[in-house]
Each structure stands twice: as structure tokens, then as C-alpha cells.
């Protein structure tokens, strides 16, 4: 195996655990004011998210990082013809991040709300044009033979982009909806049980489209298996959550994140993004890498730190397991 295909591989890794970990947190940030009924049980669901969120982001730091690194074309073509979209999703993870620390700043009734409908955007859009980036990516784009993106930013938002956008949407949301039933207890639980199975079955139906037109377009026997993986993954997590085992469920809902993710790179490869002027000017992991040097310094460096950050990352969520509900929020808070 070639050090590009690897590091290919790895980047794909980096997105699939960035979207089975944000996922779920950009979907708490959602059901914020779908499933919380006041600003206690708002609470309540922030703070099931609130010691691993900014954690979380680390995967999307690396992902980039690593493409910067170790496919400088295919970053400098995807960072420049999705400029908007990554902007947008870029103000809103700092708008996010601020109104997670200033929601609690102030006691003021209209402060607090204001911030709540930050988190709720600013999770809502990500998880929308996440969705809309990644299908353009795979379906194709408009590249020259410079390698430069010549569409526009309306050129995104076509048919296929905007199914991949909602699909994301709702899995996300899904997904942070089994998460909420993991970790609260009382009325909240039972009503993310019951959320998780309405988003589920559109989840079931949106997904359902998204990946078999994608296996259509661009798929192969790999990616085929993968989608295979991930309607079972989806179905079992809807079958777990019924009968209330959340542990279950989420694992199964994380596995169908991640099979999905794993598919849309598995329609990709040896693309990293495909030309849809001509495919002799496709970007691939041959024609847009490193130097070999570099990318052997790069698998070096990763494989002394990757453990590391994995422990560290795994133990913060093992002191944070415990479940939480409204009555271990503090008096003063509510409202």
C-alpha cells in the first residue's frame, strides 16, 4: 500500500469519528428546542454535552490538518470552491462554542434564551451543510485542468447535495436523540425514546435515498457493503431503542454515522474530488499528495499521538458517564 492511500484511509477515519462524535452533539444542540419543553430541561441537555463537545471538534481540526498536510491540493481545491459553505459552518462552531460558555453568564431570562436559539442554529446549519460539502465532493464538482474550482456556490446546492444535506440533518439529529435517552433519566428520556423513533424513520427513508444514489452514481462492491451495514445499523438502533436499550441503540446509531461516512469514501477512492468537466482532471490521491518524505514524517508523528489522544479522549467520557436530569440541576438556574 502506497503512504497517499493510507494517509487516504486516515483521513477517512478522521471524518467518520468527527461525524460520529459531533454528530450526536450537534444533534443535542437541535433537540434543544424540539424535545426540551423550558430552559431546565435545556439545561439539562447542554450539559450532557458539555465536558466533550469542544473535544469533539478536535477530529475536524485533524481532518483538516491532515488534508493541509498530506493532500495540499485537495485542500486548497476544497477550501477555495466551498469557501462560503465552510465559512458559514466556521462562524457558526464559534458562535456555538461562545454560546456554550456565556449561556450561564447571566441570569436574565432573555440573555439565556437568545444564546439557546445560538446553540440551536448553530447546530442545525453544520449539520445541514456538512451534509451538502461531502455530497458535492463525492457526486463531483466543477474543476479545471489547474485543478481550480470554476462553479459557483449555487453550483452546491443541487438536487443531490441538498438530499445529502437533510439526510445528515436528520441522522445527526437521530443520533443525538438516542444519545439523549443514554444519558438522562425521567419524563426527558422517555421522550427522546419516543423522538428517536419518529427521526429514525425518516432517518431510514432520507438515508435510503441519499446512499443507494450514491451507490448508483459513483459505488462499488465495497461501498455496496457498507450501505448494506448501515441500514441494518439503522434498523437495529431503532429496534434497540424501542425496547429501551439505549447503550445498544447508540452504538448501532454511531455504527450507522459511521458505515455511512465510510461508504461515501469508499465511492470516492482513488478520487479526492472528482471533475465533472472532464475526469482526466479529477484530483486523486496520486496526483494531489505530499512527497513521499512528508508523509512519512506525517505517519511517524501520527503514530505516537493518535494513541495518545484516543486514551486521553476515551477517559473523558468514562468520568462523564453518568446519566443527569432535572433534578440535579441547581435551583438558581430555574426558571
Same mark, same amino acid.
Given at each position: 500500500m502506497h503512504l497517499h492511500d493510507l494517509w487516504f484511509i486516515l483521513i477517512a477515519v478522521l471524518w467518520t469519528g468527527y461525524f460520529f462524535l459531533e454528530g450526536f452533539d450537534f444533534g443535542v444542540g437541535i433537540l +434543544?428546542? +424540539? *424535545? &426540551?419543553?423550558n430552559t431546565t430541561e435545556r439545561r439539562v441537555l447542554i450539559n450532557t454535552i458539555g465536558p466533550v463537545w469542544d473535544g469533539n471538534e478536535v477530529w475536524l481540526l485533524t481532518a483538516g490538518g491532515a488534508t493541509f498536510a498530506a493532500f495540499p491540493d485537495w485542500y486548497a481545491t476544497l477550501f477555495s470552491g466551498f469557501y462560503v459553505p465552510l465559512l458559514v459552518i466556521l462562524v457558526c462552531l464559534i458562535v456555538r462554542g461562545v454560546a456554550f460558555e456565556y449561556r450561564a453568564k447571566r441570569t436574565e431570562e432573555n440573555w439565556q434564551r437568545n444564546w439557546e436559539l445560538a446553540i440551536f442554529w448553530t447546530s442545525l446549519i453544520p449539520a445541514f451543510l456538512w451534509g451538502v460539502a461531502f455530497a458535492n465532493i463525492v457526486h463531483g464538482v466543477d474543476i479545471d485542468a489547474q485543478k481550480n474550482y470554476t462553479g459557483t456556490f449555487w453550483d452546491l446546492l443541487?438536487?443531490? &447535495?441538498? *438530499? =445529502? =444535506? *437533510?439526510t445528515t440533518l436528520v441522522l445527526f439529529t437521530f443520533h443525538g436523540a438516542v444519545f439523549t435517552a443514554l444519558k438522562t433519566v425521567g419524563e426527558i428520556r422517555e421522550r427522546a425514546r419516543a423522538q428517536a423513533l419518529r427521526l429514525g424513520l425518516a432517518t431510514a427513508v432520507l438515508a435510503a435515498a441519499f446512499l443507494i444514489w450514491t451507490q448508483a452514481d459513483s459505488g462499488d462492491g465495497w461501498s455496496l457493503a457498507a450501505l448494506v451495514v448501515a441500514v441494518l445499523a439503522l434498523l437495529g438502533a431503532l429496534a434497540a431503542n424501542q425496547v429501551g436499550r439505549e447503550g445498544w441503540a447508540f452504538a448501532l446509531s454511531g455504527t450507522t454515522v459511521a458505515t455511512a461516512t465510510a461508504m461515501l469514501f469508499l465511492s470516492l477512492f482513488p478520487d479526492v474530488m472528482p471533475s465533472t468537466l472532464n475526469p482526466a482532471w479529477s484530483l486523486t490521491v496520486g496526483n494531489a499528495a505530499s512527497s513521499a518524505y512528508t508523509l512519512k514524517v506525517m505517519t511517524v508523528v501520527a503514530l505516537v499521538f493518535t494513541p495518545i489522544v484516543l486514551l486521553y479522549q476515551g477517559w473523558t467520557y468514562w468520568v462523564f458517564r453518568r446519566r443527569i436530569g432535572v433534578q440535579h440541576i441547581p435551583a438558581a438556574v430555574h426558571h
Open positions: +434543544t428546542r +424540539t *424535545l &426540551a419543553r443541487n438536487p443531490y &447535495a441538498i *438530499l =445529502g =444535506g *437533510l
